[in-house]
Antibody
Framework: QVQLQESGPGLVKPSETLSLTCTVSGGSINNYYWNWIRQPPGKGLEWIGY???????NYNPSLKSRVTISVDTSKNQFSLNLSSVTAADMAVYYCARQGGYNFPFEYWGQGTLVTVSS | QSALTQPASVSGSPGQSITISCSGTSSDVGSYNVVSWYQHHPGKAPKLMIY???KRPSGISNRFSGSKSGNTASLTISGLQAEDEADYYCCSYAGSSNWVFGGGTKLTVL
């Protein structure tokens, strides 16, 4: 059974960079698309972007200038960096797997809350 | 891309049927047959319930069904059960490898 687990600091200061890692277990990171999705408090889900195991990426246009997603196939992990964070970036961040770029998000992590505060 | 529009809440009694709508545009829901629905119990991982508009993943009850007409997709849950109480989100492909979600609907089983 594929499992995803997000990890990283739960508190980030305004203007700094949010960094999270998703560790994949129970399956290989190869041949899949790996996504980051977030949910601000009281709001709906927002797709942030994906990385293919080979390293190609695509980002939500509204976040593209601040987002970098990377992959480490040797560790079965992929990561999210979101720069210049503000209070609007406070959210539960989820990682999720797709079988193809237009496939559904079939496996998700449980999410990790990131608070933006000085 | 703007978020898809869902009702904030719906409710129903055990055994009844409910439908949750998901309104998009001709740039997302209307153009692609790639709408999916997710069930989310707070604190847990969201769960895929419907994909490609109307298909159910293995293990998902046939009480859950999906459909689409024009720019609007719908999720119907029949024979409501207490464990169906959760938040439900629709999601559509929006072209250029981008995705858009709905704002979510809180389902209350009375």
């Amino acid at each position: 059974q594929v499992q995803l687990q997000e990890s990283g600091p739960g508190l980030v200061k305004p203007s700094e960079t949010l960094s999270l890692t998703c560790t994949v277990s129970g399956g290989s990171i190869n041949n899949y698309y790996w996504n980051w999705i977030r949910q601000p408090p009281g709001k709906g889900l927002e797709w942030i972007g994906y990385i293919y195991y080979s390293g190609s990426t695509n980002y939500n246009p509204s976040l593209k200038s601040r987002v970098t997603i990377s992959v480490d196939t040797s560790k079965n992990q992929f990561s999210l960096n979101l720069s210049s964070v503000t209070a609007a970036d406070m959210a539960v961040y989820y990682c999720a797997r797709q079988g193809g770029y237009n496939f559904p998000f079939e496996y998700w992590g449980q999410g990790t809350l990131v608070t933006v505060s000085s | 891309q703007s978020a898809l529009t869902q009702p904030a809440s719906v409710s129903g009694s055990p055994g009844q049927s409910i439908t949750i709508s998901c309104s998009g545009t001709s740039s997302d829901v209307g153009s692609y047959n790639v709408v999916s629905w997710y069930q989310h119990h707070p604190g847990k991982a969201p769960k895929l319930m419907i994909y490609e508009g109307s298909k159910r993943p293995s293990g998902i009850s046939n009480r859950f069904s999906g459909s689409k007409s024009g720019n609007t997709a719908s999720l119907t849950i029949s024979g409501l059960q207490a464990e169906d109480e959760a938040d439900y989100y629709c999601c559509s492909y929006a072209g250029s490898s981008n995705w858009v979600f709905g704002g979510g609907t809180k389902l209350t089983v009375l």
